[in-house]
T-cell receptor, first 116, second 109 residues
């Protein structure tokens, strides 16, 4: 089983719909992140969380919201989807313990989201 | 200027060749550095961390030059399976990773 699991893997939906992307992890990491990836632009950070009660905006948070329901779960919502939110979305985790800031991030398989 | 810049490539090399990628970063306060590998439509996977003294893992060697603010990745004896996009990643103050746009490598038979 994957350490970082994203659901759904693929989603096609219409403009204006509310969408939730789920991420769960079994790595026991404190820190979780949501990114989007667009061709030629690399990965850009949407939101991140260092603990259950901690939520922080990333580079491109407008139009998105998140919820950290438990240490192992971090969900991303698009309240009213628009076509330019079509992208590949990744969840990631990292260990905030000993050795930070040298700890790398570990990624889920990604969610391919298309908004028509 | 982008915070982390990479030549997008593609680098087309024959099997067995040695190939090197560079990456420059703009934030002199950057604290840690990584190379990730990403296959088409898949998630990024950590290839190696980059240490100040340089480090090697099999055919892969990473170097960091803080004075000039660049990171390099050297791949020796390229394999077909090395074909992928290589992402340069910088961890800045504020605990966030900044990704370069990636360098695409294609190893040909």
């Amino acid at each position: 089983d994957a350490d970082v699991t994203q659901t759904p893997r693929n989603r096609i939906t219409k403009t204006g719909k509310r969408i939730m992307l789920e991420c769960s992890q079994t790595k026991g990491h404190d820190r979780m992140y949501w990114y989007r990836q667009d061709p030629g632009l690399g990965l850009r950070l949407i939101y991140y969380s260092f603990d259950v009660k901690d939520i922080n905006k990333g580079e491109i948070s407008d139009g998105y919201s998140v919820s950290r329901q438990a240490q192992a779960k971090f969900s991303l919502s698009l309240e009213s989807a628009i076509p330019n939110q079509t992208a590949l979305y990744f969840c990631a985790t990292s260990d905030g313990g000993t050795g930070f800031p040298y700890q790398p991030q570990h990624f889920g398989d990604g969610t391919r989201l298309s908004i028509l | 200027r982008k915070e982390v810049e990479q030549d997008p490539g593609p680098f087309n090399v024959p099997e067995g060749a040695t190939v090197a990628f560079n990456c420059t970063y703009s934030n002199s306060a950057s604290q840690s550095f990584f190379w990730y590998r990403q296959d088409c439509r898949k998630e990024p996977k950590l290839l190696m961390s980059v240490y100040s003294s340089g480090n090697e893992d099999g055919r892969f060697t990473a170097q960091l030059n803080r004075a000039s603010q660049y990171i390099s990745l050297l791949i020796r004896d390229s394999k077909l399976s090395d074909s992928a996009t290589y992402l340069c990643v910088v961890n800045n103050a504020g605990n966030m990773l900044t990704f370069g746009g990636g360098t695409r490598l294609m190893v040909k038979p």
